[in-house]
Every structure is written in structure tokens, then in C-alpha cells.
């Protein structure tokens, strides 16, 4: 079965296509593309979008995801950009107190 095994940096993507046997799973494809030192643990990976284990079976055509550490928390990147530029209701109340 063909899969593709994508591991994407913020500078350049690697999309790796492979042939796997019958029966071969998320991990199998890691190694087989060469990727192996970049997925450790069942929180980097996952199939078309989706989380998935480095023991779940693969299917043909399936795209094999490494995912990268998240650089900030999306929460509090959120409030920082509320902070600087805010909108809405209460952006309104504080400019008209000012």
C-alpha cells in the first residue's frame, strides 16, 4: 500500500511517498521514510488531520502527520492580541471613559 508521510518545519515541509506491506502501522511508516527521530510519543502524530497512535494501522492513501511542539499557547497568544488591539463592546467602553 502507498501512504505519505508529512513532517513540516516552519521553513521547509518534508512529504515522503513510501510502500508498505499490508497490515503496517503509523510507526512502521515513520521509520520507512526516515523520520523516525522526529515522532517519540503518541501526542506527534496523527492521519489526515486526525490524532492517532504509533500503533494504528494504516490504510492505502493514507497521509501519515509528525506534529511539532506548539511555540506558544494558542490561549494566552489570544489575550496578548486582545490586549494590544481591542475590539468590540469593551474596546468601545474604554475609549469613551478615556
Same mark, same amino acid.
Given at each position: 500500500?502507498?501512504?505519505?508521510?508529512?513532517? +513540516? %518545519?516552519? $521553513?521547509?515541509?518534508?512529504?515522503?511517498?513510501?510502500? %508498505?506491506?499490508?497490515? @503496517? *502501522?503509523?510507526?512502521? @511508516?515513520?521509520?520507512? #521514510?526516515? %523520520?523516525? +527521530?522526529? +515522532?517519540?510519543?503518541?501526542?506527534?502524530?496523527?492521519?489526515?488531520?486526525?490524532?492517532?497512535? %504509533? *500503533? *494504528? &494501522? &494504516? =490504510? $492505502?492513501?493514507?497521509?501519515?502527520?509528525?506534529?511539532?511542539?506548539? =511555540? +506558544?499557547?494558542?490561549?494566552?497568544?489570544?489575550? *496578548?492580541? #486582545?490586549?494590544?488591539?481591542?475590539?468590540?463592546?469593551?474596546?468601545?467602553?474604554?475609549?469613551?471613559?478615556?
Amino acid at each position: 500500500m502507498r501512504v505519505e508521510v508529512v513532517y +513540516a %518545519l516552519s $521553513e521547509v515541509q518534508q512529504c515522503i511517498q513510501i510502500e %508498505l506491506p499490508a497490515g @503496517a *502501522t503509523v510507526a512502521d @511508516a515513520i521509520v520507512a #521514510a526516515g %523520520l523516525g +527521530a522526529h +515522532a517519540s510519543n503518541d501526542e506527534q502524530v496523527g492521519i489526515w488531520n486526525r490524532r492517532a497512535t %504509533l *500503533t *494504528t &494501522l &494504516l =490504510r $492505502e492513501a493514507d497521509r501519515v502527520e509528525i506534529y511539532r511542539p506548539l =511555540r +506558544a499557547d494558542p490561549m494566552q497568544a489570544r489575550r *496578548t492580541r #486582545a490586549e494590544r488591539n481591542p475590539v468590540g463592546v469593551q474596546a468601545k467602553r474604554r475609549v469613551s471613559r478615556s
